[in-house]
């Protein structure tokens, strides 16, 4: 019996936040397009496994429709227990191919493919392309995501060597333990100082790091067909699709770039500019925006304001206290990088941001928050201090450190007095420490964080919470005992749940 490596080692369950459908109708929107409300969409995943990226969406919003396809019966059933225990009426799991895709399965607003494209024969690549250009509305966006040269022929090298070393091997396990093996093996042993030597090396840091289940189903995977950018983009339109931009208007853009390049991509076509991108950036990885042939996109951004949309920052940054007169700049360190804050002007609207983090907050709150926040010599007038606030604001947004909603999620910053998780993520907490939150991103949650997860119903309030959690404490969780102690635990793990984006209002 042949052994499907889907059903013995599933690939990580993950969120993947930049395939929200809340991504794709922004950009869409950004480009002049008029895509579907999300909170009415009709959405399909190809590939959804256990449904880990789709039941988030079809939590938050009960008037929309999902269905998720794929191969595997296991995780599909696995997909379908989670939906049910998380009373989610609105989401089917499917199990099959994505060949059987026709007609008669209605058209989508949104269409998902994250992991696929690349990982497939060429002619259920052609497929994926074909599902889209069929089964998308006409203001309708998929999102694909594939493998792209140059950085994969890095990658070619040690997956090559990997792929020799398991010949023969069946067991996806075994397979797992031998490719890992010979990578260290290689790097320990080919010549320090040597090309190769360079390329084991930093490709033998990234396998250490990855999940057993990415190692299976990417770098030893049968099919793992990287290609270039442009002939991504040339593929999609013989289907009848064109290139939209990618989730990220940031990685679309030379602005991050040396002077000597920005010149050099002066006066290029979009296409152009993103493979050239790639090569400079040694670029490894893809999640495009595609829409059907007929749509008018409008690259000028002519009509596109900031101030139009919900606005949150694209990560937490680090506590700091942050001097507004002072000439010295401010560095808001966050998980991708930092910004730099020379101006009061820009430390207060960062500060301000950094305090309405998790929750996305409309222009005009950022905006009277921050002309409170400075003091009068620093206010910008009235004439101008708008336009002022929306520039930086827009130079955020292009070097990846905002984003920008129109149906931005139902956070809630600070734990109510009876505080609330959502259904699927106390459901989640039951079996699991990773957790999907209202930003759709996964985290690794503490036992403790779990339990306290669990009670947030909207029903109890903080003493009642810590009362049940000292029920169950034992000698061995090194919890406290005594009711104050506990109820002071409660509610710092609750005041990092609602940082995590774990609560909703």
Known sequence: ?????????????????????????????????????????????????????????????????????????????????????????????????????????????????????????????????????????????????????????????????????????????????????????????????????????????LIDKAEDGYLVHDQLELHNHPLYFREFVQHAESAGLQYLSEVNFAAMLASGTPPAVQRAMAGRSLIEVGQYLDFFQNRSFRKSLLCQSEIVIDRSLRSFSLDQFSLVLTGQPEPLDVDLLSSDAARFQMPKGGVSAGTPLLKAIMVCLSEFWPQSTSFDDVYEAVLKKLPDSCRPNKDDGREKVLQLLDTLFRTGFLDAALHPPRVARMPSDKPLASLLARTQARYDSSITTCRHESIQISKLERQVLMQLNGQSDQSAIAESLQRGVSPDDGLPSDEISMQQLVTTTLEKLGQWALLVE
């Open 1 to 205: 019996m042949t052994i499907n490596p889907y059903d013995q080692i599933p690939y990580p369950k993950y969120a993947h936040c930049e395939s929200h459908p809340r991504v794709l109708e922004f950009m869409a929107t950004m480009f002049g397009m008029q895509p579907c409300a999300i909170n009415r969409a009709r959405v399909l995943e190809l590939g959804c496994a256990s449904g880990t990226n789709l039941l988030p969406m079809a939590q938050e919003f009960p008037d929309g429709s999902f269905i998720g396809i794929d191969l595997s019966e296991k995780q599909i059933a696995a997909a379908q227990s989670m939906a049910a225990e998380a009373s989610l009426d609105n989401v089917e799991f499917v199990e099959g191919s994505l060949h059987d895709i026709d007609d008669s399965w209605g058209h989508f607003d949104y269409i998902l493919c994250h992991g696929v494209y690349s990982w497939v024969p060429a002619e259920t690549a052609n497929e994926i392309l074909a599902v889209c250009r069929r089964n998308l509305t006409p203001q309708g966006v998929a999102m694909v995501s594939y493998n792209v040269y140059p950085g994969w022929h890095f990658r070619t090298i040690v997956r090559d060597m990997m792929l020799y070393h398991v010949r023969g091997i069946e067991d996806p396990n075994e397979r797992v333990k031998k490719a890992r093996g010979i990578a260290h093996f290689l790097t320990e042993n080919v010549p320090a100082g040597s090309a190769v030597h360079a390329v084991l090396e930093e490709q033998c840091g």
